[in-house]
């Protein structure tokens, strides 16, 4: 009876975490953009963003930019792709290792610096024009957010269509050469079809990524876009002017549209299923010259990859950086700066991202135990709803808690309780709730059933288990999930940019963005920046580890 | 009589991996012509070596006449039917099955008639519109033969295409396959491992072991003279008897000795005798009787098959099972019959 009563109120109370802090709030963000002033229901709002010039162009920007950086990141993505399955090609390992690099940084992050590096005045046009005379407008306008939207999401696409061309078995091909094709002819009837679906699935992840970005426009002062627009029109007009509603309405609809069209084109086929053995394509060896072009264009994509890195480093050291190629001297200061006068950002960061972190296994853990191995109702759509948080803009999460929590005062300090620091923790906890529930789940999955089943027939309650048994055996797979949903949170910026109330309570991300405002605050901005950048890509190398090893350790028990 | 394929000193390595050494085959026109031998022996090597997906390090390959060694894949018109069938899952059954005629850019109402024509013939009119994944693993069986005869090859290559059927499957396949074939009259060379598989369907077999072709030969013919121990074992249970022939008697180092034997003197030999030509039963007069002793039975349905102690050579005897013949327990002695002309010397 006990069991079942602390598990039927433990899902309670996470249905009603999820509801509080994820569906109310999306929930209320439509609702609003259907409110006249007066409370009722109305159309009116749509028909007025369609009548706003400003509204009209930053939508077609908005549209603009995604599609052009999916075009550009194909451009990236399809030779890398091309080597690595094709040939035997020792740049293959490298390419390979590129997908972790947009984990390691959101692209808000390096934009500035990009803007120093590739800016009219930037490092490389420097450069070109010098020995060239020449210059390439790759940071103008919007070209600069298709480019640094292209180079970080890029690796979406390649890891896809890699994973997709493994997947052809060579005797697709061969069948077809048997029957008297060869060439750009097989190629194009055999390869380019099935290679289709793992193209449009991180094609259109690109899409989304960068057409509900914030962060990205703002820091390159870029506001004709959908995601600025929402944001500077509930931060400067207020949380009554409908407008920033109807964008997020849009952000959402153009996302599930963009999923519902990807879909449609991938027409319900998944191929893999079907090519049993999948060993990858037919592999050729290169010959000189073809290496030579290999080598040099796998080097001119990690140079793109990099850049932003590199970048960031030397703006974080640099002392002055104008109107030249590199800084004119490097310092300490601005990491002294950040971590020693004006600290508080690493200091909430580190505070924010451990509870909401926290939160997060404990949430996953119950939730992957009640879906995995109960048949409590209603199991799966808890599963599903906490699931469906990876797919909300973050911006749309932000304007809902603003909305809703705004309604409520805090009995602490009598202000709103939007503007509470803590409800930027719950919102980066359930940002980042995903990934620690994929990670509980493939931790409790190596679990046999039978642990818990002969604990239980020896008389062991259900919270015996989960303390002697479960917890031990998933601590693994929890550490994993905690610093993943810990490490993404610290950069995380659009959904915690619409809480921060007062620069005190603010995070890391909104750190890097204020400082980025002015020319004085680049360095120590760059400097916050790599920090977040080094807490992200250490974060990444110990779950990793952790996750390794904990499969290392589970196939040993198996041969043993 | 023609032959369509000459394989001519045949040698493929993969690394140190010898895999096909010094092979030679000649293959008949209309030919059922099967590779069998263990897994691991070189078979899929050598029909993808037909195909152009291989490549020899030494010897040459005809095919009808011409040799093509340096040919590629497109250009060799000998059609492959994959293992695992390799159907494109994003063409449906009837483009799967024209692709190869676009390729050959055949007029478009012909293209119709003879994808209709094949469907027919494999039985599979009806599921024209369908895609790989909506048929059972007998469907994409005949889709994968169709979209291969369809274009006319010179010859037909198909590896191991029964061995992912269930057993039900796979008799009625074997029987449609050689009806395909007789209708088609299309030189056909299949691979199996399965020596019953072998037996039942081909004209005419090639076994492998270990990269080495060991014997060519119809399958009865292969099956009664075995030319080396591994044909022998690899075709059937039977009895080897190691020992020497003096003056037409074979004679083992345990004393067996079985006389009338028509061989010249022999130091070093085998003798082969199956178990079903052993008889419990004189069946003529030249039969030879020995004693032994049963050490075991073993009930097949058909026959029992009995061990039977012989100076210490442990010998296999089955005796067919009518129901009413006398059956033998362990340690009961016995008399038994071999028959010299039925015998094998190698
Ligand atoms: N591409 C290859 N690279 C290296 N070794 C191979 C390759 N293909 C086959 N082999 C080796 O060649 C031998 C014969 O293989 P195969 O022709 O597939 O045998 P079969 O079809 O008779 O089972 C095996 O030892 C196999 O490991
Ligand atoms: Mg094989």
């Known amino acids: ?560 | 009589m023609g032959n369509i394929i000459n394989i001519k000193n045949i040698n493929v390595s993969y690394g140190k991996n010898h895999v096909l050494k010094n092979v030679n085959i000649d293959i008949k026109k209309k030919d059922f012509f099967t590779f069998l031998g263990p897994s691991g022996c070189g078979k899929t090597t050598l029909l993808r070596l037909i195909a152009g997906f291989e490549q020899s390090q030494s010897g040459e390959l005809f095919i009808d006449g011409k040799e093509v060694s340096k040919l590629n894949p497109w250009e060799r018109d000998v059609g492959l039917v994959f293992q695992n069938y390799a159907l494109w899952p994003h063409l449906s059954v009837a483009k799967n099955i024209s692709f190869g005629l676009e390729e050959k850019k055949i007029p478009k109402n012909e293209i119709n008639d003879r994808v209709d024509e094949v469907l027919e013939l494999v039985g599979m009119q009806d599921l024209k519109q369908r895609y790989p994944y909506q048929l059972s693993g007998g469907q994409q069986q005949r889709v994968a033969l169709a979209r291969t005869i369809v274009v006319r090859p010179k010859v037909l290559l198909l590896d191991e295409p029964l061995s992912n059927l269930d057993a039900k499957l796979r008799n009625q396949m074997r029987i449609e396959l050689l009806e395909l074939h007789n209708k088609l009259q299309i030189t056909t060379i299949f691979v199996t491992h399965d020596q019953e598989e072998a037996n039942s369907i081909s004209d005419n077999i090639a076994i492998f072991n270990e990269g080495i072709i060991q014997q060519v030969g119809a399958p009865i013919d292969l099956y009664n003279n075995p030319e080396n121990l591994f044909v022998a074992n690899f075709l059937g249970t039977i009895n080897v008897l190691n020992g020497e022939i003096q003056n037409g008697s074979f004679k083992s180092a345990k004393n067996f000795e079985l006389k009338n034997i028509k061989s010249e003197n022999k130091m070093k030999c085998s003798l082969l005798i199956r178990p079903q030509n052993i008889s419990f039963i004189r069946r003529s007069d030249s039969d030879q009787a020995f004693k032994g002793k049963i050490e075991g039975k073993e009930f097949l349905g058909n026959l029992i098959r009995y061990q039977v102690l012989l100076n210490d050579h442990l010998i296999t005897i089955d005796n067919v099972h009518q129901g009413k013949e006398k059956i033998y327990s362990k340690n009961d002695n016995i008399e038994f019959f071999i028959n010299s002309e039925i015998s094998k010397i190698i």
């Open chain 1, 1 to 560: 009876m006990f069991r079942n009563l602390f598990l039927n109120s433990t899902s309670l109370i996470i249905g009603i975490f999820l509801l509080l802090f994820l569906v109310i709030p999306i929930v209320q963000v439509f609702y609003v953009s259907f409110l006249d002033v007066n409370g009722d229901f109305t159309l009116v709002n749509f028909s007025d963003f369609f009548k706003n010039q400003l509204f009209i162009e930053s939508l077609y920007n908005s549209f603009y930019v995604a599609f052009f950086s999916v075009v550009l990141a194909s451009v990236f993505a399809l030779p890398l792709a091309y080597f690595t399955s094709r040939f035997n090609f020792r740049g293959s390992v490298i390419i390979q290792s590129l997908g972790f690099i947009p984990l390691i940084m959101p692209p808000f992050v390096g934009a500035v610096a990009m803007k120093l590096f590739f800016g009219t005045n930037g490092s490389v046009n420097l450069l070109l024009d010098q020995y060239f005379g020449f210059k390439i407008p790759f940071m103008e306008g919007l070209n600069g957010v298709i480019f640094v939207e292209a180079v970080h999401y890029f690796p979406f696409i390649l890891i896809n269509l890699i994973t997709s061309l493994n997947n052809i078995d060579k005797s697709m091909e061969e069948s077809a050469q048997s029957l008297g094709s060869k060439g750009f002819g097989l190629f194009k009837r055999i390869v380019l079809p099935l290679s289709m679906p793992g193209y449009i699935a991180g094609a259109s992840l690109v899409f989304l990524k960068v057409f509900d970005d914030l962060g990205t426009p703002l820091l390159l002062d870029i506001n004709n876009m959908l995601a600025p627009q929402a944001y500077l029109r509930i931060s400067s007009i207020g949380i009554n002017d409908p407008m920033g509603y109807v964008i997020a309405v849009i952000l959402v609809v153009t996302s599930i549209l963009a999923v519902w069209v990807a879909k449609i084109a991938l027409g319900g086929k998944d191929y893999s299923m079907l090519q049993k053995g999948g060993g990858g394509m037919i592999k050729r060896e290169m010959k000189p010259r073809q290496k030579i072009t290999a080598y040099s264009v796998v080097g001119l994509i990690l140079f793109l990859v990099l850049s932003p890195h590199i970048a960031l480093t030397l703006l974080s050291f640099g002392t002055i950086w104008s109107f030249s190629v590199v800084p004119d001297a490097y310092t300490l200061s601005h990491y002294k700066s950040i971590i020693f006068d004006n600290s508080i950002f690493i200091k909430n960061t580190m505070l924010y991202c451990t509870i909401a972190a926290f939160i997060d296994i404990v949430l996953a853990f119950f939730i992957s135990y009640i879906v995995l191995r109960t048949k409590i109702k209603g199991r799966h759509l808890l599963d599903y709803i906490a699931m469906s948080a990876i797919a909300i803009p973050g911006l749309v999460l932000g304007i809902g808690y603003l909305r809703t929590f705004n309604a409520f005062t805090n009995p602490l300090d009598d202000k709103p309780l939007a503007s509470w620091w803590f409800m930027i923790v719950l919102i980066l906890a359930v940002r980042r709730l995903p990934y620690a529930l994929r990670a509980a789940n493939a931790a409790l999955m190596q679990i046999s059933k039978f642990l818990e089943e002969s604990a239980e027939s020896l008389g062991a309650r259900k919270v015996t288990i989960f303390r002697k048994i479960l917890v031990p055996l998933m601590t693994g797979g929890l550490l994993a999930g905690f610093i993943t949903s810990f490490s993404t949170a610290t950069v995380e910026l659009s959904a915690t940019i619409m809480l921060v109330s007062t620069e005190t309570d603010a995070p890391l991300a909104y750190g890097i963005y204020s400082y980025m405002q002015t020319a004085a605050g680049r360095g120590p901005g760059a400097a916050l920046g790599m920090i977040g950048v080094l807490i992200v890509a250490v974060g990444t190398y110990f779950s990793q580890t952790i996750i390794d090893k904990r499969y290392k350790k589970t196939g040993e028990t198996e041969n043993g």
